[in-house]
Protein backbone atom coordinates (compact mmCIF):
# COMPACT_ATOMS: atom_id res chain seq x y z
CA UNK A 1 0.00 0.00 0.00
CA UNK A 2 1.26 3.34 -0.98
CA UNK A 3 0.51 5.20 2.08
CA UNK A 4 1.97 2.72 4.42
CA UNK A 5 5.82 3.71 6.37
CA UNK A 6 8.20 2.06 8.59
CA UNK A 7 8.09 5.61 10.82
CA UNK A 8 5.49 8.14 10.60
CA UNK A 9 6.45 11.42 12.45
CA UNK A 10 4.06 14.00 13.17
CA UNK A 11 4.97 17.32 13.57
CA UNK A 12 7.95 19.69 11.76
CA UNK A 13 9.49 21.56 14.61
CA UNK A 14 13.41 21.06 15.76
CA UNK A 15 12.28 17.81 17.41
CA UNK A 16 10.60 16.58 14.28
CA UNK A 17 13.07 17.83 11.86
CA UNK A 18 16.07 15.70 13.87
CA UNK A 19 13.96 12.81 13.77
CA UNK A 20 14.01 13.14 10.21
CA UNK A 21 17.15 13.51 10.11
CA UNK A 22 18.15 10.18 11.97
CA UNK A 23 15.08 8.20 10.35
CA UNK A 24 16.93 9.27 6.79
CA UNK A 25 20.31 8.20 7.83
CA UNK A 26 18.96 4.97 8.85
CA UNK A 27 17.89 4.24 6.15
CA UNK A 28 13.80 4.15 6.96
CA UNK A 29 11.02 4.09 4.81
CA UNK A 30 8.89 7.29 6.73
CA UNK A 31 6.70 10.12 6.35
CA UNK A 32 6.67 13.60 8.36
CA UNK A 33 3.83 15.85 9.19
CA UNK A 34 3.18 19.40 9.34
CA UNK A 35 0.42 21.22 9.82
CA UNK A 36 1.82 24.35 9.80
CA UNK A 37 4.96 25.66 8.90
CA UNK A 38 8.85 23.75 9.22
CA UNK A 39 10.35 25.54 12.82
CA UNK A 40 7.00 25.33 14.65
CA UNK A 41 7.88 27.60 17.60
CA UNK A 42 10.85 28.54 16.07
CA UNK A 43 9.19 30.62 14.25
CA UNK A 44 7.98 32.93 16.97
CA UNK A 45 11.71 33.62 18.22
CA UNK A 46 13.60 36.89 18.18
CA UNK A 47 16.87 35.43 18.58
CA UNK A 48 17.95 31.55 19.38
CA UNK A 49 21.08 32.82 21.42
CA UNK A 50 21.58 29.52 23.50
CA UNK A 51 21.80 26.96 20.66
CA UNK A 52 25.49 25.95 21.28
CA UNK A 53 27.41 26.19 18.41
CA UNK A 54 25.34 28.82 16.33
CA UNK A 55 26.63 32.14 17.57
CA UNK A 56 24.69 34.96 18.48
CA UNK A 57 22.10 37.20 16.44
CA UNK A 58 20.58 34.16 14.52
CA UNK A 59 16.92 34.55 14.51
CA UNK A 60 14.59 31.89 15.23
CA UNK A 61 13.29 32.77 11.46
CA UNK A 62 17.06 32.09 10.17
CA UNK A 63 17.15 28.63 12.30
CA UNK A 64 13.76 27.77 10.91
CA UNK A 65 14.95 28.27 7.26
CA UNK A 66 18.09 26.15 7.82
CA UNK A 67 15.50 23.26 8.79
CA UNK A 68 14.17 22.99 5.65
CA UNK A 69 16.95 23.56 3.66
CA UNK A 70 18.22 20.22 5.65
CA UNK A 71 15.43 18.64 4.74
CA UNK A 72 15.94 19.26 1.24
CA UNK A 73 19.26 19.16 1.32
CA UNK A 74 18.07 15.02 2.28
CA UNK A 75 15.68 14.52 -0.26
CA UNK A 76 13.22 14.31 2.83
CA UNK A 77 9.33 15.28 1.33
CA UNK A 78 7.19 16.85 4.14
CA UNK A 79 3.71 16.38 3.83
CA UNK A 80 1.97 19.74 4.89
CA UNK A 81 -1.29 17.38 6.35
CA UNK A 82 -2.61 18.16 10.16
CA UNK A 83 -3.13 14.95 11.61
CA UNK A 84 -6.55 14.86 13.33
CA UNK A 85 -6.84 11.20 14.52
CA UNK A 86 -4.99 8.39 14.90
CA UNK A 87 -5.45 4.39 16.20
CA UNK A 88 -3.42 1.50 16.57
CA UNK A 89 -4.64 -2.00 15.97
CA UNK A 90 -1.78 -4.90 16.45
CA UNK A 91 1.14 -2.73 16.66
CA UNK A 92 0.15 -0.36 13.85
CA UNK A 93 -0.78 2.76 13.78
CA UNK A 94 -3.38 4.52 11.46
CA UNK A 95 -3.32 7.90 10.68
CA UNK A 96 -6.27 10.18 9.45
CA UNK A 97 -5.00 13.54 8.64
CA UNK A 98 -7.70 16.35 6.99
CA UNK A 99 -7.51 14.69 3.45
CA UNK A 100 -5.55 10.75 3.52
CA UNK A 101 -5.31 8.27 5.47
CA UNK A 102 -1.48 6.57 6.66
CA UNK A 103 -0.84 3.70 8.39
CA UNK A 104 2.44 3.42 9.94
CA UNK A 105 5.13 0.30 12.12
CA UNK A 106 5.64 3.14 14.72
CA UNK A 107 5.53 6.62 15.53
CA UNK A 108 7.22 9.53 16.61
CA UNK A 109 5.22 12.61 18.60
CA UNK A 110 6.57 16.02 18.27
CA UNK A 111 3.42 18.14 17.85
CA UNK A 112 5.16 20.88 20.25
CA UNK A 113 3.07 23.35 23.03
CA UNK A 114 0.93 26.37 21.61
CA UNK A 115 -0.12 29.24 24.20
CA UNK A 116 -2.24 29.25 27.06
CA UNK A 117 -5.21 31.37 26.97
CA UNK A 118 -6.58 33.59 29.96
CA UNK A 119 -9.96 32.75 28.39
CA UNK A 120 -11.99 36.09 29.34
CA UNK A 121 -14.64 37.77 27.63
CA UNK A 122 -12.48 40.23 24.74
CA UNK A 123 -9.59 37.68 24.37
CA UNK A 124 -10.75 36.09 21.60
CA UNK A 125 -12.11 38.93 19.70
CA UNK A 126 -9.30 41.07 19.86
CA UNK A 127 -6.63 38.36 18.47
CA UNK A 128 -4.68 40.05 15.64
CA UNK A 129 -6.40 43.44 16.79
CA UNK A 130 -4.35 44.13 20.17
CA UNK A 131 -4.31 40.61 21.92
CA UNK A 132 -1.14 38.74 21.12
CA UNK A 133 0.67 35.94 22.35
CA UNK A 134 4.02 36.70 20.88
CA UNK A 135 5.96 40.00 21.48
CA UNK A 136 8.43 39.30 18.32
CA UNK A 137 5.88 38.61 16.32
CA UNK A 138 3.77 41.67 16.94
CA UNK A 139 5.48 44.42 19.04
CA UNK A 140 6.75 46.28 16.11
CA UNK A 141 3.01 47.19 15.35
CA UNK A 142 3.03 49.08 19.05
CA UNK A 143 6.08 50.91 18.74
CA UNK A 144 5.83 54.09 21.04
CA UNK A 145 2.22 53.02 22.43
CA UNK A 146 1.18 51.91 25.55
CA UNK A 147 1.27 47.78 25.99
CA UNK A 148 0.33 44.90 29.13
CA UNK A 149 2.44 41.58 29.54
CA UNK A 150 0.51 39.24 31.55
CA UNK A 151 2.12 36.30 33.08
CA UNK A 152 5.64 36.24 36.03
CA UNK A 153 7.83 33.72 33.99
CA UNK A 154 10.47 33.81 31.87
CA UNK A 155 8.73 33.36 29.32
CA UNK A 156 6.31 36.80 30.48
CA UNK A 157 9.52 38.29 31.58
CA UNK A 158 11.28 38.02 27.61
CA UNK A 159 8.18 39.51 26.22
CA UNK A 160 8.08 42.53 28.85
CA UNK A 161 11.93 43.49 27.71
CA UNK A 162 11.77 42.65 24.53
CA UNK A 163 8.53 45.09 24.20
CA UNK A 164 10.78 47.82 26.47
CA UNK A 165 12.52 48.68 23.84
CA UNK A 166 10.00 49.31 21.66
CA UNK A 167 7.05 50.66 23.26
CA UNK A 168 6.56 53.65 25.23
CA UNK A 169 5.18 52.19 28.53
CA UNK A 170 4.67 48.51 29.51
CA UNK A 171 2.61 47.06 32.14
CA UNK A 172 3.93 43.79 33.95
CA UNK A 173 0.69 42.33 35.15
CA UNK A 174 1.26 38.87 37.32
CA UNK A 175 -1.17 37.81 39.99
CA UNK A 176 1.35 36.63 42.37
CA UNK A 177 3.05 39.25 44.93
CA UNK A 178 6.94 38.10 43.20
CA UNK A 179 8.07 36.63 39.69
CA UNK A 180 8.80 33.34 38.81
CA UNK A 181 11.41 34.69 36.32
CA UNK A 182 15.03 33.66 36.71
CA UNK A 183 16.65 36.68 38.86
CA UNK A 184 18.91 37.72 35.94
CA UNK A 185 15.37 38.48 33.84
CA UNK A 186 14.01 40.00 37.06
CA UNK A 187 17.28 42.49 37.65
CA UNK A 188 17.10 43.04 34.00
CA UNK A 189 13.06 44.26 34.00
CA UNK A 190 13.84 46.34 37.25
CA UNK A 191 16.18 48.47 35.74
CA UNK A 192 13.89 49.14 32.84
CA UNK A 193 12.46 52.82 33.03
CA UNK A 194 9.65 52.29 30.57
CA UNK A 195 8.03 48.93 32.73
CA UNK A 196 5.90 49.41 36.01
CA UNK A 197 5.12 45.81 37.22
CA UNK A 198 1.86 45.67 38.71
CA UNK A 199 1.10 42.29 41.29
CA UNK A 200 -1.31 41.03 42.52
CA UNK A 201 -3.44 41.24 40.14
CA UNK A 202 -5.57 39.79 36.97
CA UNK A 203 -6.36 40.73 34.11
CA UNK A 204 -10.73 39.72 33.87
CA UNK A 205 -12.01 41.79 30.58
CA UNK A 206 -10.62 42.96 27.50
CA UNK A 207 -12.52 46.17 25.90
CA UNK A 208 -12.73 48.35 22.93
CA UNK A 209 -14.71 49.13 19.73
CA UNK A 210 -12.50 47.73 16.89
CA UNK A 211 -9.34 47.55 18.39
CA UNK A 212 -7.67 46.84 22.19
CA UNK A 213 -8.63 50.11 24.54
CA UNK A 214 -8.58 48.93 28.18
CA UNK A 215 -8.07 46.06 29.95
CA UNK A 216 -10.12 45.44 33.51
CA UNK A 217 -7.56 44.56 35.99
CA UNK A 218 -9.03 42.45 39.55
CA UNK A 219 -6.97 42.72 42.81
CA UNK A 220 -6.37 39.30 43.70
CA UNK A 221 -6.42 40.56 47.63
CA UNK A 222 -9.44 42.36 47.74
CA UNK A 223 -11.03 41.99 44.21
CA UNK A 224 -11.42 45.97 43.43
CA UNK A 225 -11.54 46.25 40.24
CA UNK A 226 -9.84 49.11 37.47
CA UNK A 227 -9.36 50.04 33.88
CA UNK A 228 -5.97 49.99 32.22
CA UNK A 229 -5.93 52.13 29.08
CA UNK A 230 -3.55 49.90 26.54
CA UNK A 231 -2.77 49.36 23.15
CA UNK A 232 -2.25 45.78 23.45
CA UNK A 233 -2.14 43.01 25.82
CA UNK A 234 0.67 40.42 25.78
CA UNK A 235 -0.80 36.91 26.94
CA UNK A 236 2.43 35.06 28.58
CA UNK A 237 1.08 32.61 30.68
CA UNK A 238 2.78 29.61 29.25
CA UNK A 239 1.91 26.55 26.94
CA UNK A 240 -0.44 23.75 26.45
CA UNK A 241 0.98 20.28 24.95
CA UNK A 242 -0.64 19.72 21.32
CA UNK A 243 -1.46 15.93 22.16
CA UNK A 244 -5.59 16.00 22.74
CA UNK A 245 -5.88 13.87 19.68
CA UNK A 246 -3.41 11.36 21.31
CA UNK A 247 -5.07 10.94 24.65
CA UNK A 248 -6.83 8.08 25.53
CA UNK A 249 -4.02 5.90 23.74
CA UNK A 250 -1.08 7.28 25.31
CA UNK A 251 -0.21 7.88 28.96
CA UNK A 252 -0.82 11.88 29.18
CA UNK A 253 -0.47 13.76 32.51
CA UNK A 254 -2.57 16.00 33.92
CA UNK A 255 -1.46 19.19 32.39
CA UNK A 256 -1.44 17.20 28.67
CA UNK A 257 2.09 16.21 28.66
CA UNK A 258 3.07 13.30 27.02
CA UNK A 259 4.55 10.49 29.60
CA UNK A 260 7.85 9.00 28.10
CA UNK A 261 10.70 6.70 29.40
CA UNK A 262 14.29 7.92 29.31
CA UNK A 263 14.40 6.69 25.36
CA UNK A 264 11.20 8.59 25.19
CA UNK A 265 8.78 4.91 24.65
CA UNK A 266 5.40 6.21 25.54
CA UNK A 267 3.37 3.58 27.54
CA UNK A 268 2.89 2.08 24.01
CA UNK A 269 6.24 0.53 22.61
CA UNK A 270 6.09 1.79 19.01
CA UNK A 271 5.54 5.17 19.62
CA UNK A 272 7.52 7.65 21.20
CA UNK A 273 7.52 11.61 22.07
CA UNK A 274 9.99 14.16 21.55
CA UNK A 275 10.16 17.54 22.57
CA UNK A 276 7.81 20.17 23.89
CA UNK A 277 5.33 17.66 23.91
CA UNK A 278 6.31 15.39 26.50
CA UNK A 279 6.87 15.89 30.18
CA UNK A 280 10.46 17.20 30.31
CA UNK A 281 12.24 19.23 32.96
CA UNK A 282 14.08 21.57 29.82
CA UNK A 283 11.23 23.17 27.44
CA UNK A 284 14.54 24.73 25.02
CA UNK A 285 15.73 23.59 21.48
CA UNK A 286 18.56 21.84 22.56
CA UNK A 287 17.02 19.35 24.33
CA UNK A 288 14.13 19.36 21.64
CA UNK A 289 16.44 18.47 19.01
CA UNK A 290 18.47 15.71 21.12
CA UNK A 291 15.07 14.20 21.77
CA UNK A 292 14.12 13.97 18.13
CA UNK A 293 17.33 12.25 17.73
CA UNK A 294 17.19 9.42 20.31
CA UNK A 295 13.33 8.97 19.43
CA UNK A 296 14.00 8.09 15.90
CA UNK A 297 17.17 5.76 16.65
CA UNK A 298 15.25 4.32 19.40
CA UNK A 299 12.09 3.62 16.47
CA UNK A 300 14.70 1.80 14.00
CA UNK A 301 15.93 -0.46 16.96
CA UNK A 302 12.22 -1.38 17.29
CA UNK A 303 11.58 -1.88 13.68
CA UNK A 304 14.99 -3.81 13.45
CA UNK A 305 13.82 -5.88 15.88
CA UNK A 306 10.29 -6.39 15.56
CA UNK A 307 10.18 -6.80 11.50
CA UNK A 308 13.43 -8.42 10.09
CA UNK A 309 13.30 -6.60 6.82
CA UNK A 310 13.78 -3.42 8.36
C1 LIG B 1 8.64 33.09 22.31
C2 LIG B 1 9.51 31.89 22.55
C3 LIG B 1 10.85 32.05 22.81
C4 LIG B 1 11.68 30.93 23.02
N1 LIG B 1 13.01 31.14 23.21
C5 LIG B 1 13.85 30.08 23.26
C6 LIG B 1 15.26 30.27 23.32
O1 LIG B 1 15.77 31.39 23.33
N2 LIG B 1 16.04 29.16 23.36
C7 LIG B 1 15.53 27.89 23.34
O2 LIG B 1 16.32 26.94 23.36
N3 LIG B 1 14.21 27.68 23.31
C8 LIG B 1 13.34 28.73 23.27
N4 LIG B 1 11.99 28.54 23.22
C9 LIG B 1 11.48 27.16 23.36
C10 LIG B 1 11.66 26.37 22.05
O3 LIG B 1 11.15 27.14 21.01
C11 LIG B 1 10.92 25.03 22.13
O4 LIG B 1 11.37 24.29 23.25
C12 LIG B 1 11.13 24.20 20.87
O5 LIG B 1 10.92 24.97 19.71
C13 LIG B 1 10.21 22.99 20.88
O6 LIG B 1 10.34 22.31 19.67
P1 LIG B 1 9.34 21.13 19.28
O7 LIG B 1 9.81 20.58 17.99
O8 LIG B 1 9.19 20.21 20.42
O9 LIG B 1 7.90 21.79 19.14
P2 LIG B 1 7.33 22.95 18.20
O10 LIG B 1 8.37 23.91 17.82
O11 LIG B 1 6.13 23.45 18.93
O12 LIG B 1 6.89 22.17 16.87
C14 LIG B 1 5.78 21.34 16.81
C15 LIG B 1 5.29 21.27 15.39
O13 LIG B 1 4.26 20.30 15.28
C16 LIG B 1 3.25 20.78 14.42
N5 LIG B 1 2.00 20.09 14.77
C17 LIG B 1 1.33 20.15 15.95
N6 LIG B 1 0.22 19.38 15.91
C18 LIG B 1 0.20 18.81 14.66
C19 LIG B 1 -0.70 17.92 14.01
N7 LIG B 1 -1.80 17.45 14.63
N8 LIG B 1 -0.43 17.54 12.75
C20 LIG B 1 0.69 18.02 12.09
N9 LIG B 1 1.56 18.87 12.67
C21 LIG B 1 1.33 19.26 13.93
C22 LIG B 1 3.21 22.29 14.72
O14 LIG B 1 2.63 23.01 13.65
C23 LIG B 1 4.69 22.60 14.93
O15 LIG B 1 5.32 23.00 13.74
C24 LIG B 1 11.15 29.62 23.01
C25 LIG B 1 9.78 29.45 22.75
C26 LIG B 1 8.97 30.56 22.50
C27 LIG B 1 7.50 30.35 22.21
Redesign the pocket.
Known sequence: MQNFYDLAI?????????SAVYAKRAGLKFVI??????????L????????IGLGLNVS?YQLAEQLSKTLNDLGIQLIF????KINTEEKIVKIW?EKNFYTSKALII??????KKLKIKGEDEFIGKGVSY???CDGFFFKNKTVAVIGGGN?AA??ALYLSNICAKIFLIHRRDKLRALNYLQEALFKKENLKIIYNHIVTQINGKNFVEEIILEDTENKLKKNLNVDAIFIAIG?TA?TQ?FKGIIDIDADGFILTDERLKTSLDFIWA????RRRPL???????A??SIAAIEAYKYLKTAYISI
Open positions: IGAGIAGVSFESGSVGGQLLMERVDNFGEKVITSTGASFCAVTQEANIAGDCRQLITAAEG
